[in-house]
Structure formats: C-alpha cells, structure tokens
C-alpha cells in the first residue's frame, strides 16, 4: 500500500483519534484514573521493596520503581481506561454507527486505542526520566530492549481493552471485569514485586502472563542483565500473547449492544 493509499486511513484515524480524545476529556474519572494511578502507585510499593536484597538480584530501587510505574501506566492509562471506552462507546451505539461509514473494523478499534496508547506512551517516558533523574536509575544499558518492551506492552494492554470489553455488560462493570488482569498483572509479572525475587518455579509460571515479556524486557533493557536468548523468548512470548489477543478480538468483539 502506498502513501496516497495511506493518506485517507491517516486522516480518518486523526479524526476519530480527535473525537475519542473529547469523549475521553469529558470523563473526569476515567482521566483521573489514566492520569494520576501511574503517578501515585509505583511509591506505594517502597514499603515493600524496602524488605527486598534488591543487590542480590542486580536491582535498585530506581529501576525497580521505574519499572512499577511503566507497568501501572500499561494497567491504567491503557488497558483499563480502554475498556471503559470500548463499553461506553458500544452501549452508546457510537461503533455501530461508524461501521456504517468509510472506517473499516481495524480502523475503529485503533483509533478509539489511540488516546489511551498515546497517554500511555507519554507517561511511560515522563515516568522514565524522572525515576532516572529522582531515583538515580540511570540510563538504559540496552535502550532498544526498553522501547521494544513499552511498545510491546503499549499494543498488548490495548488488544487485551478490546477483549475485555467483549466481555463486560455495562461500562459501570468495566472496572471490575479488568480487575483480575490489573491484579494478576501486579503481583505476577514484576510490578509490584519484582520477579527476581519469587521462587523459581513460581517465577517460570509467571513469566508466562501476558504482561510479564514487556515488563522483563523495560527492565532488562535498563539493567542490561539480560541474555540474548532471554530477550528472545521474552520477545516471543509477547507477540504469542498479541496474535492471540488480535485473534480474539476479531472473533468475539461485539459490535452491538449487550442485552
């Protein structure tokens, strides 16, 4: 496809991208949500971490914070925050009535995704830098593994919001149908607890989750203590859960109503 091709997709995508971010602005707590739980969260986990030889495991509180806040910004701004807007915008009978102009089924999905994915993207490098800066976590030792892993993650979290929302009656329960992966996610793929620290045998199950590839590779990618052939499966494991996660969607997303 060529760039004239690609010219009018662009525009349509800027335009729905455009309304969402409204839609989005008028929802105070849904803002709130997307904008303060990255912020507020990752400090809340010190008191723990304070328990932890993070020496032990080549970690530092800085990285181990800038890695908590990464991850909670993939929970909150993206993920969560998607979910809401996939069921608001469904039950309001707003992506049925755009299937029925030029936006195709992927253009919908990814421009409604956009806000949150941009958000997400701004947060993850403001959150970076400062915990860098504040925390003195330095910098990243293979930089090219931490923005594969907060693309990877970027992307996930917004295929797993369209899943979600499949799934979820009203926007009102769209919190708690995201809850299980929010907390899943928490405590198992290195958010809250650093995975370095859970008994091998657990840690090989929850290197499996859906978020721990993305959250194992920002973190690799700011330590530089990880191998080739780690950053290899991460990466693998990543893209399973995303051509899954896409697959899903295209066979179970609803379009209508939930009655």
């Known amino acids: 496809m060529n760039a004239v091709a690609l010219a009018p997709v662009g525009r349509r995508l800027r335009a729905l991208a455009r309304a969402e971010l409204t839609l989005l602005g008028r929802n105070r707590g849904a803002v709130l949500t997307a904008l303060l739980m990255p912020l507020a969260l990752p400090f809340s986990v010190r008191p723990a971490v304070d328990r932890v030889d993070l020496k032990a495991q080549g970690l530092s509180i800085g990285t181990v914070t800038l890695t908590a806040a990464v991850g909670f910004s993939f929970l909150f701004a993206v993920y969560t925050s998607l979910v809401s807007a996939y069921v608001a915008r469904r039950e309001e009978l707003v992506l049925k009535r755009l299937r029925t102009g030029e936006l195709d089924d992927v253009e919908i999905l990814t421009g409604t995704a956009l806000p949150a994915v941009c958000i997400g993207l701004a947060q993850s490098v403001v959150l970076s830098v400062g915990c860098a800066v504040l925390?003195?976590?330095?910098?990243?030792?293979?930089?090219?593994l931490t923005v594969l892993g907060v693309l990877s993650g970027l992307v996930l979290c917004a295929a797993l919001g369209a899943l979600t929302a499949s799934f979820t009656r009203t926007a009102e329960s769209a919190q708690v149908t995201a809850m299980p992966l929010v907390l899943v996610s928490m405590m198992g793929s290195g958010i809250a607890i650093p995975a370095e620290v859970l008994p091998d045998r657990l840690r090989s199950v929850c290197e499996l989750l859906p978020l721990s590839p993305a959250i194992r590779l920002v973190?690799?990618?700011?330590?530089?203590?990880?191998?080739?052939?780690?950053?290899?499966?991460?990466?693998a494991t990543a893209l399973a859960w995303t051509v899954l996660a896409v697959f899903a969607v295209r066979r179970w997303f609803r379009w209508e109503p939930r009655r």
């Open 219 to 235: 973190r690799g990618g700011w330590t530089g203590e990880l191998s080739g052939y780690e950053a290899l499966g991460a990466v």
């Open 135 to 144: 925390l003195d976590a330095g910098v990243p030792r293979a930089p090219y």
